[in-house]
């Protein structure tokens, strides 16, 4: 009866010890589940910044190409209004559209 009572209490002491340390093994894992939760958190905030980063930067690109174009037009339009201001109306423009009217000549008689 003795011997049983040393090893009901030898494997009730191993029992303890290994729920003990299983206990511990889980507390460790959890904290190591939380520290990567939180790495992750300030990658994924890093990722973000980064992505905001780039998309600020294009979007200055494409405000710095926006006003080089209406610079451009501008210009363009400028040059449209001196150019159609300056040029001579041709003598079909001023006496309207003088001619034969849309017949069609053949041999120096309008046929229609």
């Known amino acids: 009866m003795k011997n049983y009572k040393v090893i009901l209490i030898s494997l ?10 299983g206990f511990k093994f889980i507390a460790y894992l959890r904290t190591q589940n939380s520290e990567l939760a939180a790495n992750i958190n300030l990658v994924t905030n890093r990722i973000t910044a980064l992505e905001l980063d780039k998309t600020m930067k294009q979007i200055s690109v494409l405000k710095a190409k926006n006003a080089a174009l209406l610079k451009e037009i501008e210009g363009l339009k400028t040059e449209l209004m001196r150019v159609s201001h300056k040029t001579p109306k041709t003598s079909s423009q001023k006496a309207g559209s003088v001619g034969n009217k849309g017949f069609l000549l053949k041999e120096g008689l309008p046929t229609r």
């Open 12 to 21: 009730l002491a191993a029992i303890g010890i290994t729920l003990l340390s």
